[in-house]
């Protein structure tokens, strides 16, 4: 089986460690990665002429960087059955992550976040909030800025069980297959403070994992969700954080500015979003 992996670049040094941590974590698979730069260019000098050579210089700049993205990629991985393309789009970012799905069958996309200036704080910025607000045609991973890849032995995947699962946790399993990692399922309440409904879905939950090694961790809510979390994603050595992207869901409030710009994560990891196909 071949992945399919688009990595969008602005050509920073943290869009390029979430490409590294890419590329090692699909170190021993098959994989085309494609490096996309969504060029656009804002003159906020109303009355300053730019000339369409000037434009073009730009383009060819960036178009260039791409190419050596991909020599530089070629250079660290380890793996003769790694590709490397590039994408060169002018459309807005979101839609140009759409139209690479779209086109070339990706599985996933990794990206980099800016992080926050305190080094205790987890800010996901601008860019990652709104591809997965906007991009809900597969899982995103966004990688925190300078995070050293570390082998995801262990990933939490935590969950309301309020929904009905369906295919969507495919896309756990597959990234559990890539390293033999541990599913961590963490649920913020008592177990026996589960409805009917709730206790019916962790009995699906449980078939579907019956041929993956995981785990049930019940957390008594004592506390802000986003506290308890972070102090479980410490304790258990987590390092790699999994949430499905559902319509009015605890990473919905995650997502608000004054929430995002209040956690405190004392362990930075990479996290990766699922889209649920109702909000396709």
């Not at 990629?73 to 839609?95: P, R």
């Not at 996309?109 to 906007?134: C, D, H, P, R």
């Not at 899982?139 to 262990?154: A, G, K, Q, T």
């Not at 033999?180 to 449980?206: G, P, R």
Request: hydrophobic share 40%; glycine share 4%.
């Amino acid at each position: 089986m071949r992945h399919h992996i688009l990595l969008p670049t602005d050509f920073s040094e943290n869009a390029w460690s979430a490409a590294l941590y890419a590329i090692k974590l699909y170190a021993t698979k098959p994989c085309t990665f494609y490096f996309s730069h969504a060029w656009t260019f804002v003159n906020t000098g109303s009355r300053t002429y730019i000339s369409p050579s000037y434009i073009d210089k730009l383009k060819n700049s960036a178009k260039e960087q791409l190419t050596e993205l991909t020599e530089n990629a070629k250079s660290v991985s380890t793996n003769s059955d790694h590709k490397f393309e590039t994408i060169y789009s002018e459309d807005f970012l979101t839609e140009s992550i759409k139209g690479a799905i779209n086109k070339y069958a990706i599985d996933m996309v990794v990206m980099g976040t800016k992080g926050a200036t305190g080094a205790k704080e987890f800010l996901l910025g601008s860019n990652s909030v709104t591809v997965i607000k906007k991009v809900k045609l597969c899982p995103i991973l966004l990688i925190p800025r300078n995070y050293e890849f570390v082998m995801p032995e262990r990933i939490a995947f935590a969950n309301g069980f309020k929904r009905s699962y369906g295919d969507e946790l495919h896309a756990i399993t597959k990234l559990s297959q890539l390293h033999n990692s541990n599913i961590e399922i963490v649920h913020i309440n008592n177990k026996d403070d589960l409805t009917e409904f709730q206790n019916s879905n962790v009995k699906a939950l449980k078939e579907f994992l019956k041929d993956h090694p995981h785990t049930f961790h019940w957390i008594p809510e004592r506390g802000k969700k986003e506290q308890i979390l972070s102090n479980f994603i410490e304790e258990k050595d987590i390092q790699l954080l999994v949430m499905i992207n559902y319509e009015r869901s605890f990473i919905e409030d995650l997502l608000n500015e004054p929430i995002i710009t209040k956690l405190g994560y004392h362990s930075i990891i990479p996290f990766m979003v699922i889209p649920h196909p109702a909000g396709s």
